[in-house]
């Protein structure tokens, strides 16, 4: 409980993070942001208002009591703010790195209106590194063994939650992952630099000590279908958790070419299969001189800082329409920037030409101008007639975006799906398949980390309740 | 991890491989694959599973060795443990009693040809097999093979046994004697399936191949295995292995198995000094 009188100091400016130097960073994996000091995180924590009613909280996905846990590490009990994260956030280590502050939490704090906001994501990560950091041992609080037994499809950041919650409520948990590590996005998308693989792993290791049990190499559709599992394997339910893994390419000439990538085999091949140690492990990744990557969001971030990191010596992000639309975390395309990035906005590629072997030798492009505002509420860019020119690269990126991989639904299509493949479900998790949820990327298409973690706590309250109930 | 329980070389450079796992051994249907990690620094590799004994729990890869992956693959002994395997992966081929079906295997492409040709004889089709490769030494499979196959050809570039020519030779051979072929089945170098798919595009045979592009996960998430079929993009793991051979754009296939030459022997090159090293007196590894 909090014991002394609280004296916030808005006045002060945001406490800096310290930070790996652009020159140093741009050419190893290391992470960038180093974290704050608990001198640093007490400073910043001090800038909180503890508002009466807290504007941040409506901001978060997951409604963490954000200015419960700004106060603890204000007052130094660093275990508590760990606790209070961990209440609503199961993964807090991870959301505090690749959450989109500027668009939740700190983007409706108070301070926000006259000063900066409160570095809530920054304070997140501080307490969850020095909860793992202490040494000290989670206490988990399992209830007794109920006796049923849950089937998780997928081992990103919703159907870890979900096995978390319900492995808390005394269910026999089972995760069948396709890849060979546990993970999803966090370990064959989003690079070390930005999440080292050690916290996910921690989590991982949580997940297990709780009793979870996670298989992988285990692909559902092929190994088992669904139906297997509840009618077979004993299962009483199943949560799908597949994420939207499926790479999307543009359709324009040339993107068979050698040299031409999806952002997921190139992440894929440097994260989860360590091309970056070629030859020391096996797996190769070609990277040129000049590189450019198609896309403005995460992934398109990932991959060119990635390329920097393998030894690119120019890195473009090709993006069809202007900064102010750039969907990525804002820190990640000011860390872009620092390192050198070169932006090519409102350029959209049209064609990637190829030389007489086969291999990229340069992009056309074309340049544009935003229209009116679309669907999106972005604004629309529209190609300016003529102004097509040719861009010599070498090595062509593609971070358009991905879709549902579409397995699970091939072989379960008793499983009603909406456009492009996205699994249904209603407010609750459910699908229109008896004792099968769902929640993550599968049900939105790409979206964020703590949006998938909000839907797999929230499938796993509902899956409890149905196992007790045993009504639909 | 998957216990090798037998492993031997059925021919030079090409080894047959019993592996300990029960689930993969009930749920394989003809013409799927694994992925494959040998050690936990290896690379997946994708192998089809040429035969497997539910019973026992068993599945057989059969692989040759061309390059790093394969080759320390290949130095495995009886009693370890692959680090992990991963499938079934593709879709099964579609089997059915076509009639006459000409099953066509080039070098290890007759590992993957196999199953199917069991299950095609199984379904009562009448089976034409030809089989080719360099020299009659690096023929695998002869035995099972000819033992299903109501006729049964060989084709050697040098002459050794069999025709001296190419499959194809002997396959223009079948279609000048008259006789009705109902379906073709080509597994084997992606220049073989070409030419293969041309032949019979002249006499509009129907003709599946099956392509080895390559690949990282196996499962639809990267891309990597694309390929152009009818101008479309598929993606070999999910949409395939086997495809119609008069859409495929084998030259931009193999454009694509070459992407990664340069390093890949490096990789090689490196192995092959480190395995010198354990055996200075010249192992029979050294090649
Ligand atoms: C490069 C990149 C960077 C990103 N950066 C950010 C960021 O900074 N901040 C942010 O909030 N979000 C970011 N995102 C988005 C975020 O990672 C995703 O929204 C989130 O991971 C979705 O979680 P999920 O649990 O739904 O699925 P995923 O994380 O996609 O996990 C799904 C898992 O299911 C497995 N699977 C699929 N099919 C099967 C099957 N049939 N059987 C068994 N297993 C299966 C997959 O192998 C995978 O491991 C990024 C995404 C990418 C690709
Ligand atoms: C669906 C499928 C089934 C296959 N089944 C068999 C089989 O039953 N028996 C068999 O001997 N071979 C099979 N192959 C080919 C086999 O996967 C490659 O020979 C092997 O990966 C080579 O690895 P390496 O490191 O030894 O050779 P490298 O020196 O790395 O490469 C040699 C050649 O193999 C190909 N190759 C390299 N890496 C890969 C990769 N990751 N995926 C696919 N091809 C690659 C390239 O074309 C390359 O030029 C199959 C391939 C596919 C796609
Ligand atoms: S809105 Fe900002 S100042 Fe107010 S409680 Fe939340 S973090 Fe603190
Ligand atoms: S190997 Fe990755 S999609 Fe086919």
Redesign the interface.
Same mark, same amino acid.
């Given at each position: 409980m909090p014991d002394k009188k609280w004296i916030p100091q808005p006045k002060k400016p945001r406490t800096p993070i310290p930070e790996q130097k652009p020159e140093e960073r741009r050419r190893n994996f290391k992470e960038v942001a180093l974290g704050y000091t608990p001198e640093l995180a007490i400073e910043e924590a001090y800038r909180c208002l503890q508002c009466k009613t807290p504007t941040c909280i409506d901001g978060c996905p997951v409604g963490i009591d954000i200015p419960g846990f700004i106060r603890d590490i204000g007052e130094g009990r660093f275990e508590d703010a760990y606790y209070t994260l961990k209440k609503y956030n199961s993964l807090p280590a991870v959301c505090g790195r690749v959450c989109p502050q500027e668009d939740q939490c700190e983007e409706v704090c108070i301070l926000g209106k006259k000063f900066k906001p409160v570095a809530i994501g920054r304070l997140e990560r501080f307490a969850a590194d020095w909860f793992m950091e202490s040494g000290k041992t989670e206490d988990f609080k399992l209830e007794p063994p109920t006796g049923k037994k849950v089937a998780i499809i997928g081992s990103g950041p919703s159907g870890l939650t979900c096995a978390g919650e319900l492995a808390k409520k005394g269910h026999k948990v089972v995760i069948f992952e396709a890849l060979h590590k546990p993970g999803g996005v966090l370990v064959y998308g989003i690079p070390e630099f930005r999440l080292p693989k050690k916290i996910v792993e921690i989590e991982v290791e949580n997940l297990r000590k709780m009793g979870v049990e996670i298989k992988t190499s285990a692909i559902i559709g092929k190994l088992f279908t669904i139906d297997e599992l509840l009618e077979e394997e004993g299962f009483d339910a199943v949560f799908i958790g597949t994420g939207a893994g499926l790479p999307y390419f543009m359709g324009i000439k040339g993107e068979n070419l050698n040299g031409v990538y999806s952002a997921n085999e190139f992440l894929t091949r440097v994260n989860l299969m360590k091309a970056y140690m070629f030859p020391e492990a096996d797996t190769p990744v070609k990277i040129g001189k000049k590189v450019a990557v198609i896309g403005g969001g995460n992934t398109a971030m990932d991959a060119i800082r990635t390329a920097l990191r393998l030894g690119a010596e120019e890195a473009y992000i090709v993006y069809r329409r202007s900064e102010a639309e750039l969907p990525a975390r804002e820190e990640e395309i000011h860390h872009a920037k620092e390192e050198g990035v070169i932006f090519q906005l409102l350029t959209n590629p049209v064609e990637i030409l190829g030389d007489e072997n086969g291999w990229v030798r340069a992009l056309k492009c074309v340049k544009m101008k935003l229209g009116e505002p679309d669907d999106s509420g972005r604004r629309r860019p529209i190609p300016i007639e003529g102004s097509e020119f040719e861009f010599p690269v070498d090595t062509v990126i593609l971070a358009i975006g991905q879709g549902p991989n579409p397995l699970i639904q091939e072989t379960q299509p008793d499983i009603e799906v909406k456009k492009w493949g996205i699994i249904k479900i209603d407010e609750s998790g459910k699908t229109s398949k008896k004792g099968v949820f769902a929640g993550g990327d599968i049900v939105t298409g790409g979206a964020t980390v703590i949006l998938a973690m909000g839907q797999g706590k929230k499938a796993a309250q509902t899956i409890d309740k149905y196992l007790q109930s045993g009504e639909w | 991890m998957y216990l090798i329980k037998e492993i031997k070389e059925i021919a030079p450079k090409i080894k047959k491989m019993v592996i300990d796992a029960p689930?993969l051994a009930k749920?394989h249907k003809a013409g799927q694959f694994v992925m494959v !990690?040998n050690t936990e +620094?290896? #690379?997946?590799i994708p192998l089809t599973i040429a035969d497997k004994n539910p019973e026992k729990g068993e599945i057989t890869l059969i692989f040759q060795e061309v390059g790093?992956?394969t080759i320390e693959m290949g130095l495995r002994k009886a009693g370890e443990h692959l680090?992990? !395997? =991963?499938?079934?992966?593709g879709k099964p081929t579609h089997i059915e009693n076509y009639g006459t079906v000409v099953c066509i295997g080039g070098g290890v492409g007759t590992a993957p040809l196999y199953p199917i040709a069991k299950k095609m004889k199984e379904e009562g089709n009448y089976i034409i097999t030809i089989l080719g490769a360099r020299n009659k030494d690096l023929f695998i499979l002869e035995k099972e093979m000819e033992d299903i196959s109501d006729e049964f050809y060989q084709t050697t570039d040098d002459g050794t046994k069999g025709r001296h020519g190419l499959v194809t030779d002997e396959l223009q051979n079948l279609i000048d004697s008259g006789k009705k072929i109902d379906l073709v089945l080509a597994i084997g170098p992606a220049i073989m399936m070409k030419f293969v798919s041309l032949l019979t595009k002249k006499y509009n045979l129907p003709t599946m191949v099956s392509l080895n592009s390559i690949m =990282?996960?196996g $499962?639809?998430?990267?891309? *990597?295995c694309? =390929?152009?079929v009818g101008g479309v $993009?598929k993606f070999v793991c =999910?949409d395939g292995p086997e495809f119609d051979g008069h859409q495929v754009d084998f030259d #931009?296939l193999m +454009?694509?198995q *070459?992407?990664?030459k340069d390093? #890949?022997e +490096? *990789?090689l090159k490196?192995l092959l000094e480190e395995l010198k090293e354990k055996e200075p007196c010249g192992g029979h590894h050294a090649r």
């Open positions: - | 689930l749920k !990690i +620094k290896g #690379e997946r790093k992956s680090f992990d !395997i =991963v499938g079934p992966l =990282v996960d $499962t639809g998430m990267c891309g *990597a694309r =390929v152009s $993009t =999910v #931009e +454009k694509r *070459a992407m990664y390093l #890949e +490096k *990789a490196k």
